[in-house]
């Protein structure tokens, strides 16, 4: 029997917006939406796990993989490399299964220019004074930093019409409902059910 491919959802917006929490929430509402584990070279946060949240390489390993094309994308942002394992993702779509891709909006637009088949989501915060206090609450930033990802967020907005979608997350559950909303709606886009449709033929052809 003939599988429908599952969809490629891919999430970004500014530092700040709440993206990894949406994404956190999402997973654990549907365990059968797979997150896409990204390879990086900055250094783990604390509570930060190898092959969980980020495979974790040196710079070397990290350019041995790009000039092996083993990289759905990838880019360098504030001075440290992130990139979407091809084959992963791949494999995982082809079975029929589900995959968010959460990701920088400079990878996001590299996989628009080598994908099709993606769903591209901006999230947005409530306010620019919202998404500067959720930068300061995360008391990882220098005074300096601070200001160039809020700087950043200004310019990665003007962005927005490259997506398909925009969630503005004024809270994690509303954020998530229009999130499952979207998803509902592209698995029945005739484009996504073939596997449904040969089916439907082949019963067809049968009787």
Not at 130 to 153: C, D, H, V, Y
Request: charged share 30%; net charge negative; with cysteine.
């Amino acid at each position: 029997m003939a599988k429908n491919k599952g969809v490629l959802i891919v999430i970004s917006g500014p530092s700040g917006a709440g993206k990894g929490t949406i994404c956190k929430a999402l997973l654990e509402k549907h365990k059968d939406i797979h997150l896409s584990v990204s390879a990086t070279t900055r250094n783990p946060r604390q509570g930060e796990v190898h092959g969980i949240n980020y495979y974790f390489l040196n710079k070397d390993e990290f350019l041995k993989k790009v000039e092996e094309d083993d990289f759905l994308e990838w880019a360098e942002v504030y001075g440290n490399c992130y990139g979407t394992p091809k084959s992963n993702v791949q494999e995982l779509l082809d079975s029929g299964k589900d995959v968010i891709l959460e990701i920088d909006i400079q990878g996001a637009l590299k996989v628009k220019e080598n994908t099709e088949e993606g769903v591209f989501i901006f999230i947005l915060p409530p306010s620019m004074e919202e998404l500067k206090q959720r930068i300061i609450n995360r008391g990882s930033e220098t005074p300096e930093s601070l200001m160039r990802r809020f700087n950043s967020a200004y310019q990665e907005i003007n962005y927005i019409s490259k997506y398909n979608y925009a969630v503005v997350n004024d809270t994690v559950e509303n954020a998530v409902n229009k999130i499952e909303n979207i998803l509902a709606a592209e698995k029945c886009r005739v484009d996504r059910i073939q596997g449904t449709i040969l089916n439907l033929e082949e019963g067809i052809s049968h009787e």
